[in-house]
T-cell receptor, first 112, second 112 residues
Framework: NAGVTQTPKFRVLKTGQSMTLLCAQDMNHEYMYWYRQDPGMGLRLIHYSVGEGTTAKGEVPDGYNVSRLKKQNFLLGLESAAPSQTSVYFC???????????FGDGTRLSIL | AQSVAQPEDQVNVAEGNPLTVKCTYSVSGNPYLFWYVQYPNRGLQFLLKYITGDNLVKGSYGFEAEFNKSQTSFHLKKPSALVSDSALYFCAVRDNTDKLIFGTGTRLQVFP
């Protein structure tokens, strides 16, 4: 049981480039989340999804887009990367009810 | 506004001594509270949660947390710290839109 898998683990981009981060979960969870973690700021929610085909904005959605075409996958896109998007990105999923979120091991993204 | 505060950036404790990591919250209605731990280069791992009932909640790895409604606190505790407990700890509260709000994290350092 792999849980939550994030691809890639590391990436370096130049300003203005685009990329997509992939999150896959094998627990049949309805809810999925994308966070960014920056020093001293904890985790901030970027976008989330409450089910296949649905997405919603979180606390810091600007500059990011998401898609949830399949229940097990949640994609985070950066259309035009900026240095301020240098961060560690975490994906999480959870089941219905008051259940804990399960996290992937993160994608470390540097924008030069 | 709903929020979580972790007043200490770092907590230092000697191995074998009891440890406490503090968390206070502000939320409308009944709080659903969580503690997570993050080891280097890993995602967050769930430790324990409080939904209702007994104010003392037991979790993974010998950790427990005490819910105090009058002080709006949910402090994480362990009777005897281990060097392997050294990590980053996050408190979180579920808001009224079913999303988690995380504190900024407390780094626990256990010295041999």
């Amino acid at each position: 049981n792999a849980g939550v898998t994030q691809t890639p683990k590391f990436r370096v981009l130049k300003t203005g480039q685009s990329m997509t981060l992939l999150c896959a979960q094998d627990m049949n969870h309805e809810y999925m989340y994308w966070y960014r973690q920056d020093p001293g700021m904890g985790l901030r929610l970027i976008h989330y999804s409450v089910g296949e085909g649905t997405t919603a904005k979180g606390e810091v959605p600007d500059g990011y887009n998401v898609s949830r075409l399949k229940k097990q996958n949640f994609l985070l896109g950066l259309e035009s990367a900026a240095p301020s998007q240098t961060s560690v990105y975490f994906c999480a999923s959870r089941d219905k009810g008051v259940r804990p979120q399960h996290f992937g091991d993160g994608t470390r993204l540097s924008i030069l | 506004a709903q929020s979580v505060a972790q007043p200490e950036d770092q907590v230092n404790v000697a191995e074998g001594n009891p440890l406490t990591v503090k968390c206070t919250y502000s939320v409308s209605g009944n709080p659903y509270l969580f503690w997570y731990v993050q080891y280097p280069n890993r995602g967050l791992q769930f430790l324990l949660k409080y939904i209702t009932g007994d104010n003392l909640v037991k979790g993974s790895y010998g950790f427990e947390a005490e819910f105090n409604k009058s002080q709006t606190s949910f402090h994480l505790k362990k009777p005897s710290a281990l060097v392997s407990d050294s990590a980053l700890y996050f408190c979180a509260v579920r808001d009224n839109t079913d999303k988690l709000i995380f504190g900024t994290g407390t780094r626990l350092q256990v010295f041999p």
